[in-house]
């Protein structure tokens, strides 16, 4: 059962001094009775003049295509569970808890039993509260998150969840496939006979050097989990690793060509619910394929696309024996070398530009956060017969999903990151001493990687 709430603040005062806390797992394996799918969509796009990503980029000025938030609902299997994907670029500490507080009350259930990720494209909120709080002390610093805006959000969210229930469909069988996404992802991280990193090659490279150089470690591959409702497939969960930016910056809300290839494919086949997760792509991006132009945005579309339709060819269905629903609690520990008081002052400073105050003020959020001793981060994991779905935080390292496979070699896995990204990048232990960007903006030290690598195994294994 589920570490008590109290039990696991003690335990994570403890952890903290000794480096971070690793939780109690809960795994409930339930027997299927008479199972019932629901799907809910909703739309999340900001108000004109909202802030995006942060705030640093130009704000909301035009839509080019809505944000969602597409979900569904699995009820018989004890208490429902709820999968959630939303077109923002992150939700964040109490932003990500309060998120699926409402989706579990509008389910009738318990927010445990809620996996909520972002899609991450960078023309979109990337939410956090906490940090919210922080730069409303500076009347002249964009705000984060609209804080009116994201509770009438969360009011709309529930009685969307609330709502689909009555039209929930029997749920009998499940089918998995995977397609190979072509000349997409690529590691951005190209390192240096010193093993350093020497270049970074991100969401989109001008450098035709750079972009010669190999993919380098990446998952090529879409994974899709398929449901049914007796012959009828009712929704469908795509998962592939990338950054999913082609262009942004210009106040033109998009979810990017990984949110059109998931609207192209509902377009297609429209009697079934189509949701994209984004895999651990922390350290992946579309710069070797991607030179950032307009026209690019889609081709990368269809690239994806055609990753889901040959994923979506494979999908042999099977009647659905058991279900199991896994989670993990973890608290990761700030590196050492932040302090908050020495950020907060730089937050305060009116001579920095927007970035080097409102992106700090992310890390002040973990660092309070930790020092709370939580809440924690929790991983889930969704397992249906032999296949199972993971739900880790932030952005992880491609490493990651791949660990998860290996682990659980004899069933199909497909991952979701960017859950809570209260710990904004999660590196590698061996990247840390690498360097780049990534690193440069991991709030956590190193020893975040054997506490997920830890609790992907538990919500895998048990």
């Not at 999968?83 to 579990?104: I, Q």
């Not at 002052?345 to 970035?355: E, H, L, N, S, Y």
Request: net charge neutral; charged share 20%; glycine share 10%.
């Amino acid at each position: 059962m589920t570490i008590p709430r109290r039990q696991f603040l003690s335990q994570s005062a403890a952890g903290l001094l000794a480096g971070c806390v690793l939780g109690q797992t809960s795994w409930s394996n339930d027997k299927p009775r008479d199972l019932q799918l629901s799907t809910f969509r909703f739309d999340a796009t900001p108000p004109m003049g909202h802030s995006l990503c942060g705030g640093w980029i130009t704000p909301v000025k035009e839509v080019e295509q809505p944000l969602q938030a597409i979900g569904i609902v699995i009820r018989g299997a004890g208490q429902p569970i709820v999968l959630c994907a939303v077109d923002w670029t992150g939700l964040l500490n109490s932003c990500h808890v309060e998120f699926r507080k409402a989706l579990a009350e509008g389910a009738g259930t318990t927010p445990d039993r809620v996996a909520v990720q972002c899609v991450h494209p960078h023309d979109a909120p990337f939410a956090c509260l906490d940090s919210q709080k922080i730069v409303a002390q500076y009347p002249e610093l964009p705000a984060i998150i609209d804080v009116d805006f994201f509770g009438k959000l969360l009011g709309t969210a529930k009685e969307a969840v609330r709502s689909s229930l009555d039209q929930a469909r029997p749920l009998t069988h499940i089918a998995s496939g995977k397609g190979l996404v072509k000349e997409v992802a690529a590691n951005r991280r190209l390192l240096g006979p010193d093993g350093k990193v020497r270049a970074m090659r991100g969401s989109s490279c001008a450098d035709p050097a750079l972009r010669a150089e190999p993919e380098g470690l990446i998952d090529p591959y879409l994974r899709t989990i398929a449901f049914y409702s007796g012959d009828e497939r009712i929704a469908a969960c795509h998962y592939y690793a990338c950054h999913p930016m082609s262009y942004y910056g210009q106040g033109k809300v998009s979810p990017d060509f990984c949110g059109l290839a998931r609207q192209k494919m509902q377009d297609s086949d429209p009697g079934c619910t189509h949701l994209y997760f984004n895999g651990c792509g922390g350290n992946i991006g579309a710069g070797k394929y991607n030179d950032g132009s307009p026209p690019m945005r889609p081709i990368l579309r269809d690239r994806i696309h055609a990753g889901m339709q040959e994923a979506i060819a494979q999908l042999v269905p099977e009647p659905i024996q058991n279900v199991s629903w896994a989670t993990c609690e973890i608290l990761p520990k700030t590196a050492a070398h932040w302090n908050a008081d020495e950020i907060r002052k730089q937050i305060a400073d009116p001579k920095q530009a927007v970035v080097a105050r409102n992106r700090p003020s992310y890390t002040v959020a973990w660092i309070d956060r930790c020092n709370a001793g939580g809440p924690p981060i929790i991983l889930s994991g969704l397992h249906i017969n032999g296949i199972s779905a993971v739900h880790l935080p932030a952005e992880s390292f491609i490493e990651y999903q791949l660990r998860a496979q290996k682990t659980a070699s004899d069933r199909f896995v497909a991952c979701a990151a960017y859950g809570d990204g209260g710990p904004w990048y999660i590196p590698t232990k061996e990247a840390y001493p690498q360097g780049g960007y990534e690193v440069s903006v991991a709030w956590c030290d190193e020893g975040v990687d054997d506490l997920l690598s830890q609790g992907i195994s538990r919500v895998l294994k048990g």
